[in-house]
T-cell receptor, first 112, second 114 residues
Framework: AQSVTQPDIHITVSEGASLELRCNYSYGATPYLFWYVQSPGQGLQLLLK??????LVQGIKGFEAEFKRSQSSFNLRKPSVHWSDAAEYFCAVGTAGNMLTFGGGTRLMVKP | NAGVTQTPKFQVLKTGQSMTLQCAQD?????MSWYRQDPGMGLRLIHYSVGAGITDQGEVPNGYNVSRSTTEDFPLRLLSAAPSQTSVYFC?????????????FGNGTRLTVT
């Protein structure tokens, strides 16, 4: 069975600093990988996805993620964080039939 | 654009009560699903449907029933609520059931069972 681990439960960064959120997955086949963001009281919004091809994926709001098969990782990055990026971020792996397995989430706080 | 609409936003139940969480989408999506979100556990799939009249179980189906009589609606029923079902519930839909079809989420229903 597939699984997703997000090692960092909370991360605090200063506004303007760079950001990297870690995600490790376990899945027997080539994975479909996703990052979602959840603002307080809201549903999840898709930031970006990886299916195949270029291992560096660009998403919305200036985010990018890199798929590294050898490390089973799909880390999310942003060069300069804005206060509005404060939210909870979820990594997910997708199997056939669009059944996603989510990580436990990383809550991002942004210091002014 | 309404997207995925969930009602109610909040609900408090006593143990043993029943209720239905409503989910409707106006995007003519084929695939609909229910997740529950618990702290530190991410979202876990409860049930899903790949079209009207077709439903199947996800990772944590016990205590929940679903039906899909129309393309638009996918209600989730709790027949006898238990405190372990206290959670935030999200409905999600996608155009097709393939993983390359992005999921669209509702804003959630926060359920407390006392």
């Amino acid at each position: 069975a597939q699984s997703v681990t997000q090692p960092d439960i909370h991360i605090t960064v200063s506004e303007g600093a760079s950001l990297e959120l870690r995600c490790n997955y376990s899945y027997g086949a080539t994975p479909y990988l996703f990052w979602y963001v959840q603002s307080p009281g809201q549903g999840l919004q898709l930031l970006l996805k990886y299916f195949s091809g270029d291992t560096l994926v660009q998403g919305i709001k200036g985010f990018e993620a890199e798929f590294k098969r050898s490390q089973s990782s799909f880390n999310l990055r942003k060069p300069s964080v804005h206060w509005s990026d404060a939210a909870e971020y979820f990594c997910a792996v997708g199997t056939a039939g669009n059944m996603l397995t989510f990580g436990g989430g990383t809550r991002l706080m942004v210091k002014p | 654009n309404a997207g995925v609409t969930q009602t109610p936003k909040f609900q408090v139940l006593k143990t043993g009560q029943s209720m239905t969480l409503q989910c409707a989408q106006d995007m003519n999506h084929e695939y609909m699903s229910w997740y529950r979100q618990d702290p530190g556990m991410g979202l876990r799939l409860i049930h899903y449907s790949v079209g009207a009249g077709i439903t199947d179980q996800g990772e944590v189906p016990n205590g929940y029933n679903v039906s899909r009589s129309t393309t638009e609606d996918f209600p989730l029923r709790l027949l006898s609520a238990a405190p372990s079902q206290t959670s935030v519930y999200f409905c999600a839909s996608s155009r097709t059931q393939g993983s390359n079809s992005p999921l669209h989420f509702g804003n959630g229903t926060r359920l407390t069972v006392t």
